[in-house]
């Protein structure tokens, strides 16, 4: 099995991230803030060269957290579903981890859902606040990992 992680297109994680996360939003609505800052990544995953997850992340502040400069949000970390559980969505949140720690991020946050949560507590993340609802995608938990 290869698996390559490369930069796509902001075109490519709206897709599938309109596809598998916000199916309920027009694309355009599932943007947000750091989707189109410069310092802005979005990586793809592809297995024998067929595009099957993505993540992106982009300058942000986390709300529950006094200002950290260097704040990177993670968004869109999708993965097809008949390719999920075989390491692609960890393979996309290590080069994003790498690629932070690179840029001399300070934080990294997010908001999963909270069936993903054990995924990043195993890169170091923790959880921070309580579980909250964003509907109709069911409940989410706050995550951060600091350099």
Do not use: N
């Given at each position: 099995m290869e698996l390559e992680i490369r930069s796509?297109?902001?075109?490519?994680?709206?897709?599938?991230?309109?596809?598998?996360?916000?199916?309920?939003?027009?694309?355009?609505?599932?943007?947000?803030?750091?989707?189109?800052?410069?310092?802005?990544?979005?990586?793809?995953?592809?297995?024998?060269?067929?595009?099957?997850?993505?993540?992106?992340?982009?300058?942000?502040?986390?709300?529950?957290?006094?200002?950290?400069?260097?704040?990177?949000?993670?968004?869109?970390?999708?993965?097809?579903?008949?390719?999920?559980?075989k390491g692609i969505g960890t393979r996309l949140l290590e080069e994003i981890i790498a690629s932070a720690s690179a840029s001399s991020r300070n934080l990294l946050w997010g908001t999963p859902r909270l069936r993903i949560v054990d995924l990043y507590r195993r890169f170091g993340f923790e959880t921070i606040g309580e579980p909250f609802e964003i509907e109709p995608s069911g409940l989410h938990q706050t995550v951060v990992r600091r350099f």
């Open positions: 796509i297109s902001l075109d490519e994680a709206i897709a599938i991230r309109h596809q598998f996360l916000k199916p309920h939003l027009p694309p355009d609505e599932t943007l947000s803030p750091g989707d189109l800052d410069p310092e802005g990544v979005h990586l793809g995953a592809f297995l024998e060269g067929t595009f099957v997850g993505a993540m992106s992340a982009g300058p942000e502040q986390c709300p529950l957290l006094e200002v950290v400069r260097g704040s990177w949000r993670l968004r869109g970390f999708a993965v097809y579903p008949q390719h999920r559980a």
